[in-house]
């Protein structure tokens, strides 16, 4: 893909977003909707950048408690991903575990964690924690499970061990799994610290929305909510743009099919 088709591209999608904005904008002068209902996008902005003194450190609170809990989260969803597909034994025992785990709503975890640890923050990372951590878990077993054994025995075949074959084979065949559940996994893991937050916090983006709701200001409820999606977008990008440094030999095919 060429540097003009990639601008065109980033073009079409800012274009989309504001056309979106604009329609919502208009939607809600044509139709008299009141802000307590559905608030223009002009109103959240003003309010986001009015409130943005009071909500910083909100913010960050709510950032770094993301953070926090998205790192655990990826060095324990790594070590599992790593036994899980290595291992037959490993897959059999602990996937079934994993996927009945994922499968309970976070929203049911939070009040047990509120009964052990007390309110506050250290629930709201270990939500953030178990929000994320399934993908990587999942994406981590696929790419060493998937990892093509043809290659694995012509490396056997030159004189290579394990740990060779793992770190110049397994390894690279993992890394665009991996930096796909991580970008899946950041922003899951935002939604596991504001629904702790919204529950038992006293700090935070959720904290600040459940004030919001409770007092019907819900210009300052939108005003979080685009918070969290300028927060998850960049992040997003943050680890999109990783990938590409590291894992960009994995999008060579499709570049040549786009060009």
Same mark, same amino acid.
């Given at each position: #893909?060429?540097?003009?088709?990639?601008? @065109?591209?980033?073009?079409?999608?800012?274009?989309?977003?504001?056309? @979106?904005?604009?329609?919502?904008?208009?939607?809600?002068? $044509?139709? &008299?909707?009141?802000?307590?209902?559905?608030?223009?996008?002009?109103?959240?902005?003003?309010?986001?950048? !009015?409130?943005?003194?009071?909500?910083?450190?909100?913010? $960050?609170?709510?950032?770094?408690?993301?953070?926090?809990?998205?790192? @655990? &989260?990826?060095?324990?969803?790594?070590?599992?991903?790593?036994?899980?597909?290595?291992?037959?034994?490993?897959?059999?025992?602990?996937?079934?575990?994993?996927?009945?785990?994922?499968?309970?709503?976070?929203?049911? +975890?939070?009040?047990?964690?509120?009964?052990?640890? &007390?309110?506050?923050?250290?629930?709201?990372?270990?939500?953030?924690?178990?929000?994320?951590?399934?993908?990587?878990?999942?994406?981590? *077993?696929?790419?060493?499970?998937?990892?093509?054994?043809?290659?694995?025995?012509?490396?056997?075949?030159?004189?290579?061990?394990?740990? %060779?074959?793992?770190?110049?084979?397994? $390894?690279?065949?993992?890394?665009?799994?991996?930096?796909?559940? @991580?970008?899946?996994? +950041?922003?899951?893991?935002?939604?596991?610290? !504001?629904?702790?937050?919204? +529950?038992? *916090?006293?700090?935070?983006?959720?904290?600040? #929305? #459940?004030?919001?709701?409770?007092?019907?200001?819900?210009?300052?409820?939108?005003?979080? $909510?685009?918070?969290?999606?300028?927060? &998850?977008?960049?992040?997003?990008? !943050?680890?999109?743009?990783?990938? %590409?440094?590291?894992?960009?030999?994995?999008?060579?095919?499709?570049?040549?099919? #786009?060009?």
């Amino acid at each position: #893909m060429t540097l003009s088709q990639r601008s @065109l591209d980033h073009v079409k999608s800012a274009s989309f977003i504001v056309l @979106l904005f604009l329609a919502w904008e208009v939607s809600c002068v $044509l139709f &008299g909707i009141s802000p307590i209902v559905l608030p223009p996008p002009s109103t959240v902005i003003s309010t986001l950048i !009015v409130q943005m003194p009071a909500l910083w450190p909100h913010i $960050l609170q709510t950032l770094l408690t993301t953070m926090v809990g998205f790192l @655990l &989260g990826m060095v324990i969803g790594v070590a599992l991903g790593a036994i899980v597909g290595v291992s037959r034994t490993a897959y059999n025992v602990a996937y079934p575990l994993l996927v009945g785990f994922s499968s309970i709503p976070k929203v049911a +975890v939070v009040p047990i964690f509120v009964l052990w640890f &007390g309110s506050g923050t250290l629930p709201a990372i270990l939500t953030a924690l178990t929000t994320c951590i399934f993908p990587i878990v999942v994406n981590v *077993a696929t790419g060493l499970a998937t990892t093509e054994p043809e290659m694995e025995d012509v490396l056997k075949a030159l004189g290579a061990n394990r740990s %060779q074959v793992f770190w110049n084979v397994s $390894l690279p065949r993992t890394m665009p799994y991996f930096f796909a559940s @991580l970008k899946v996994a +950041v922003t899951l893991a935002f939604v596991g610290t !504001v629904l702790s937050e919204t +529950v038992a *916090a006293n700090r935070g983006i959720g904290t600040v #929305m #459940m004030m919001a709701t409770a007092s019907f200001d819900v210009p300052l409820a939108f005003a979080g $909510l685009l918070a969290l999606a300028l927060l &998850g977008i960049l992040l997003y990008a !943050v680890f999109a743009v990783i990938e %590409q440094r590291i894992c960009g030999w994995a999008n060579r095919k499709q570049e040549f099919a #786009m060009g």
